[in-house]
């Protein structure tokens, strides 16, 4: 039996808690005649949003007062609602990660406008405050985007996960076993990263993050989610290593596909014997 928290009833309400927050932010924002657009991001905008999703909000200002609005950032957050805590740790950071007591947490990003350019990261955003009409058009033209995999982006792929898998085998001679965990975790971690990679999908995490790669909001196939529960692993430092072997044959393949879908020379029997070398 899985866990049972003892929060559902609360749970259930985070998400009238997080309309609240949002309409706090941008009612205040808004009124700032130095915000030039609002608009927001991740799985509120994506439909694959839960009970547990965070608000992602970014606002447009005037590029003389961004400087400002960053040193004020957590006195911004604080109007929108009580404030349990902030994550972040840089002033010069323009973004804060605030906690509210609701259990809900924003994001809250500030840009100039030359920063904000069409992209994939920006495909489905909604927008929320555009008087001037500053941001529609560049959403909406990243909407027609594609994700398609580059030759730097395989490349980039290929040399971590050998970079990780050596430095699992370091750290298991060396006795350092949770960080033989944390690379045997980011070996995991790249070959659904390289999934995504080869489906034409853009993972909308930051490298190294989880989310949304299992659980209900996941693109993965069964056959694919059930090999990551495969690998799961303890700190026996002899089952770390035959979980990495366990991983070899999944990672040979993608690396030949990846490298098939960008054009690029797979050089396998040299990408088998590095890996080799840390196993």
């Known amino acids: 039996m899985g866990f049972v928290s003892r929060h559902l009833e609360r749970d259930e309400a985070l998400p009238k808690h997080r309309g609240i927050l949002l309409d706090h932010a941008v009612k205040d924002l808004s009124s700032d005649s130095n915000v030039l657009a609002i608009y927001l991001a991740g799985s509120l905008t994506r439909g694959n949003a839960d009970n547990y999703s965070d608000i992602d909000i970014h606002t447009i200002v005037t590029p003389e007062t961004k400087a400002d609005f960053i040193k004020n950032k957590r006195n911004r957050a604080s109007k929108w609602g009580e404030v349990l ?10 973004v804060v990660v605030t906690h509210y007591d609701c259990f809900v947490k924003v994001d809250s990003w500030y840009h100039s406008p030359e920063e904000v350019t069409a992209s994939i990261w920006i495909k489905g955003y909604k927008v929320l405050y555009d008087p001037n009409n500053l941001i529609s058009k560049t959403i909406l033209k990243s909407s027609a985007l594609q994700y398609k995999p580059s030759i730097e982006e395989v490349e980039v792929w290929r040399g971590k996960v050998l970079a990780y898998i050596h430095e699992a085998y370091r750290a298991v001679m060396r006795g350092e076993v949770y960080y033989a965990l944390s690379n045997l975790d980011m070996i995991r971690w790249l070959i659904a990263a390289g999934w995504y990679m080869e489906m034409d999908e853009h993972l909308d995490s930051a490298y190294g993050v989880w989310s949304k790669i299992e659980g209900e909001r996941s693109k993965l ?22 979980t990495i072997a366990s991983m070899v044959p999944e990672i040979i393949r993608l690396n030949i596909q990846l490298c098939k879908q960008v054009n690029m020379e797979a050089n396998d029997a040299h990408f088998k014997k590095i890996i080799e070398m840390g196993y």
Request: hydrophobic residues 35%.
């Open 221 to 242: 196939k069964p056959w694919q989610l059930s090999l990551l529960e495969s690998w799961d692993c303890n700190r026996n430092t002899n089952q770390i290593m035959k």
């Open 85 to 94: 805590f902030f994550e972040d740790f840089n002033p010069l950071s323009p």
